[in-house]
């Protein structure tokens, strides 16, 4: 049974950074484009950001120059890095990977969420 695990997440102050890592159980890791979503109390669930499975980013434009995600295949994991955090930032922050999908395709599988709360 494939798992994606976040961690990370917390309670931090605006203009802090924080680190998310997602670790996942996919066999073949490597093949598989990674993506973080978030989800703020009454709002919809948004792409935050994706890294291919050839390497390459790409990011929601709202975010672009604060947030970069990066992965390292020998240990299953893909981590988000966010710069300046701001009270809007506070979501439930969710990992995805889909099999040789680009960054805005159809995720196959899911992690539970990782709350971030940032305090003003």
């Known amino acids: 049974q494939v798992q994606l695990v976040e961690s990370g997440g917390g309670v931090v102050q605006a203009g802090d950074s924080l680190r998310l890592s997602c670790r996942a159980s996919?066999?073949?890791?490597?093949?598989?484009?990674m993506g973080w979503f978030r989800q703020a109390p009454g709002k919809e669930r948004e792409f935050v950001g994706g890294?291919?499975?050839?390497?390459?980013?790409a990011y929601a434009d709202s975010l672009k120059g604060r947030v970069y995600i990066t992965r390292d295949n020998a240990k299953n994991t893909v981590y988000l890095q966010i710069y300046n955090l701001k009270t809007a930032d506070t979501a439930i922050y969710y990992c995805?990977?889909?099999?040789?999908?680009?960054?805005?395709?159809?995720?196959?599988?899911w992690g539970q969420g990782a709350q971030v709360t940032v305090s003003s």
């Open positions: 890294i291919r499975w050839y390497g390459t980013t």
């Open positions: 995805a990977g889909g099999w040789r999908i680009d960054t805005r395709g159809k995720y196959d599988y």
């Open positions: 996919l066999r073949t890791f490597s093949d598989y484009t």
